[in-house]
């Protein structure tokens, strides 16, 4: 029996719903419309926020619509600085853990062996402890090694800490590219890094956009890491100079807070669309051997 048949059959006469079907879908649309009030009044007030002067935590429509909260936003200070910071942080997390992911990766998928699912399990496990919990000795060891307000050591500590999901999903993506391909490029005289860089990698291009991105996004919301790790505010990303809106005695700029939320979520759309374009593709393997 074809989709439109069954279709048909579920109607009455007409193509009208039964009362009954009508009735059943009721409680889940009414469900489905307060998850989705749930999300854009939120929304909604970051955008009228954003354009009133006189903003406060109420959902309202402003009075004048004024792009000052965003004028008083665009600075170096308030924005240009912490937005490179976090670029640089969540891009350099975003990098070093796929360039380890990879490494790591490769002999998980290419070779068998009876400790390769015991250390998939033991690096997940790594993922089970919050990373609040061992901010003190990891802050302490960053103070004898006087790596502490150091950039470099940062993104090499956060990449550690996202790099076993990374390990997961990078193998996951890897095991979808037939290995006979490699053995054709082995048969021609490449090496292994080679057949991994001119073979694998390009055909699991979309995966690696979805790992890079995921690490990306992890690390540019990240507040308690750098907070703690980056001392100097200069180099503190807006994950953590947004605290700036927040003044003493409950004091709240509500404005030019979510002016600076909606200029602070625009890098990471950018992003979205960029990798969604080039994964419009699926993974699919067609065509990549003959005969």
Known sequence: MTTAERAARRATPGGVTSPGRRSARTPADAALLLIGACFVLPLLWLVFASLDTKAGYQTQLPASASLTNFAAVLTPELLIRPLWNSLLLSGGTATVTLVAAVLAAYPLSRFESRFNRPFLYSILCGTCLPVTAIMVPVYGLFVQLRLLDSMPATVFFMAATALPMAIWMTKNFMDTVPVSLEEAAWVDGASGLTALRTVVLPLMRQGLGVVFIFVF????????????????????????SIFSFFGQHGAIAYGQLAAFSILYSVPVLVLYVLVARGASGSFALSGAMKG
Do not use: D, E, R
Not at 217 to 240: E, R
């Open 217 to 240: 996004i992890q690390t540019w919301g990240n507040f308690f890491v750098p907070f703690v790790l980056l001392l100097s505010p200069s180099k503190q990303p807006a994950s953590v």
